[in-house]
């Protein structure tokens, strides 16, 4: 069966550090993978998704980059955190128009 | 493009009550349409999806729902709430404009079950 790890589960880091975040999925090849964050009271916002290794979309302009080096290995980074970035950071992977398969999250609080 | 709006933010019913959760969506394709259940600080569970033949959509823990094409919405029921039903739902749509898979999602509603 298919699964998805996220790490790690809890993070604080100052304002002006770098982030990585990892994503690892199992049991599936050539997934579509994603990454969104979820602010309080604002839903989940798509930030990146990669349908290849090596293939990023960005859905928004920000602070924040997006890797897949590896084909069920997905990456979020950002070389200096804002405070805004302080958030749930949610990995997902699926395939066209099934149901996404989400991780158990991030949070991410900048300080 | 599609969208998805969900009507009310929070909801409250009694145990026992029936819930319903409102969501209506916009979209220029036949839709996939999809609701996932969030407890607090942990991932998305996918509750139950609508993608074509029969409307009416029955997934776990008791939830259903029902594709309205006319109405153009997709509302989640359950005609019991149980105390382990409180959580936030999203109602998404997937992104049928091209084979990347996004979906998009509403802003979420909390539920709460009182005693």
């Given at each position: 069966?298919?699964?998805i790890?996220q ?84 990995c ?11 991780g158990n ?7 | ?42 991932g ?72």
């Amino acid at each position: 069966s298919q699964t998805i790890h996220q790490w790690p589960a809890t993070l604080v880091q100052p304002v002006g550090s770098p982030l990585s975040l990892e994503c690892t999925v199992e049991g599936t090849s050539n997934p579509n993978l994603y990454w969104y964050r979820q602010a309080a009271g604002r839903g989940l916002q798509l930030l990146f998704y990669s349908v290849g290794i090596g293939q990023i979309s960005s859905e928004v302009p920000q602070n924040l980059s997006a890797s897949r080096p590896q084909d069920r290995q997905f990456i979020l980074s950002s070389k200096k955190l804002l405070l805004s970035d302080s958030g749930f950071y949610l990995c997902a992977w699926g395939q066209t128009n099934s149901p996404l398969h989400f991780g158990n999250g991030t949070r991410l609080t900048v300080t | 493009a599609q969208s998805v709006t969900q009507l009310g933010s929070h909801v409250s019913v009694s145990e026992g009550a029936l819930v319903l959760l409102r969501c209506n969506y916009s979209s220029s394709v036949p839709p996939y349409l999809f609701w996932y259940v969030q407890y607090p600080n942990q991932g998305l569970q996918l509750l139950l999806k609508y993608t074509t033949g029969a409307t009416l959509v029955k997934g776990i823990n008791g939830f259903e729902a029902e594709f309205k094409k006319s109405e153009t919405s997709f509302h989640l029921t359950k005609p019991s709430a149980h105390m382990s039903d409180a959580a936030e739902y999203f109602c998404a749509v997937s992104d049928r404009s091209g084979n990347t898979g996004k979906l998009i999602f509403g802003q979420g509603t909390t539920l709460q079950v009182k005693p």
